[in-house]
């Protein structure tokens, strides 16, 4: 039989490859995202109280009606902006799910798309399969997007810009001028969508997120994807959501109830309850500890660290260390010096490097200190 690939292009993402390599080598695992401490008890609390009710059977197909309800109070909230429940939100198998079912109904063949590189890894292959062309554009120097390239870049094809403020890999976070760009270049092209990937809304420092929510122009073009496992520390549970203008809901609903048909129903009843009891404003305050004991310690490393606004990334530069290649040096770092990262190129059109690597923060104190023992000794 001769299979001809879907995506000759792709192959295991670097997420698995670096958690397999530090279990393989026992290393510290800063690599991928995910947290390392236990769930909040009141969450777990709430989780075994559910699974004795009766819950355990297919919920309604865009979310259980009392998660819905809490979704819509959490943005009002925090964004003072009403949405409806029943039209405007669904509850989705992580973000991951929300970006690719709201690209596979919303992308035809031959529409382009564009992706602000160093880009999260989720977003490229959805559009391929979809028919549609990835058009990517850096970042610049700063990691904030260089609207005149991006105008230049919107013709009569472009479908969606995908965008994701606070910015994973980076840790940068949108200024106010960027959010007016973005305002400026959807007012320009009627026909172009927004998909903004906010799964770090709750993930800021000094500066406050700026959200599409917020503004009246965006979010009647947009949609914004937000995941409990972020903001819960859930990461495993996979389940999050999307808000979307009706019109496009009906089109993103009717891929969705053939992708998954719905989700989870003893994590939507258990998050329903654990919204009314939870103050996601606390976030950003949490991660900041965590990310000032990690910088503090790294002063004494050769590791040049870049700003960090908002994510549990830190971004360093190892120029000063060596000249390898970022895949390499990642690889190293595992096998000699036992941390486990993320390279920086892999996120880019073409594996470009410069010399940068990412290192995951939402860890406990012990495992920090740890990591940051080894990485001042090299
Ligand atoms: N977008 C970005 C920028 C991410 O970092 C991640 C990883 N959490 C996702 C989307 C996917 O989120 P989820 O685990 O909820 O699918
Ligand atoms: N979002 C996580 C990260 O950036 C990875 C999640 C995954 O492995 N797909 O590290």
């Avoid at 120029?319 to 990642?330: A, C, K, V």
């Avoid at 190129?345 to 410069?354: I, L, P, Q, T």
């Amino acid at each position: 039989m001769k299979l001809t690939s879907k995506l000759p292009h792709v192959g295991t993402t670097i997420f698995t490859v670096m958690s397999k390599m530090a279990l393989d080598y026992q290393a510290i695992n800063l690599s991928q995202g995910f947290p390392n401490f236990p769930i909040d008890s009141v969450l777990s609390e709430l989780l075994a109280k559910n699974s004795r009710e009766n819950v355990h059977q297919y919920a309604p197909m865009a979310g259980l009606p009392a998660l819905l309800e809490g979704i819509s109070e959490l943005v009002e909230k925090q964004y003072q902006r009403k949405v409806n429940p029943q039209t405007n939100v669904l509850v989705t198998a992580g973000a991951t799910q929300a970006i690719f079912t709201t690209i596979q109904a919303l992308v035809h063949p031959g529409d382009e798309v564009i992706i602000l590189d160093p880009s999260y890894d989720c977003y490229e292959a959805p559009i391929l399969l979809a028919g549609g062309r990835p058009v990517r554009i850096p970042l610049n120097e700063h990691f904030l997007p260089d609207w005149d390239f991006i105008e230049a870049n919107v013709n009569s094809k472009t479908r969606l810009i995908i965008t994701n403020n606070p910015h994973n890999p980076s840790g940068v976070i949108w200024k106010q001028n960027d959010i007016q760009s973005l305002e400026k270049t959807v007012e320009n092209h009627p026909n172009l969508l927004v998909l903004s990937d906010e799964v770090y809304e709750y993930i800021s420092f000094e500066n406050k997120h700026l959200s599409a929510h917020s503004s009246e122009i965006l979010r009647n073009k947009s949609i914004i994807v937000s995941s409990f496992g972020k903001t819960f520390h859930i990461t495993g549970w996979k389940i999050g959501y999307l808000i979307a203008p009706e019109e496009l809901m009906l089109e993103i609903k009717k891929v969705h109830q053939f992708l998954v048909f719905c989700v989870n129903s003893v994590a939507q009843a258990t998050l329903a309850e654990y919204l009314k009891v939870i103050d996601v404003s606390t976030l950003g305050k949490f991660y900041q500890e965590k990310r000032d004991f990690f910088r503090e310690g790294m002063k004494n490393s050769r590791f040049e660290l870049l700003p960090c606004e908002g994510t549990y990334f830190q971004v360093a530069s190892y120029s000063s260390i060596s000249s390898e290649n970022d895949i390499n040096f990642t690889k190293r770092l595992i096998t000699e010096f036992g941390v486990a990262t993320i390279p920086l190129s892999v996120f880019n059109e073409n594996g470009d490097d410069r010399k940068l690597i990412r290192f995951c923060f939402a860890k406990e104190t012990e495992t920090l200190t740890n990591a940051i023992d080894r990485l001042c000794k090299i």
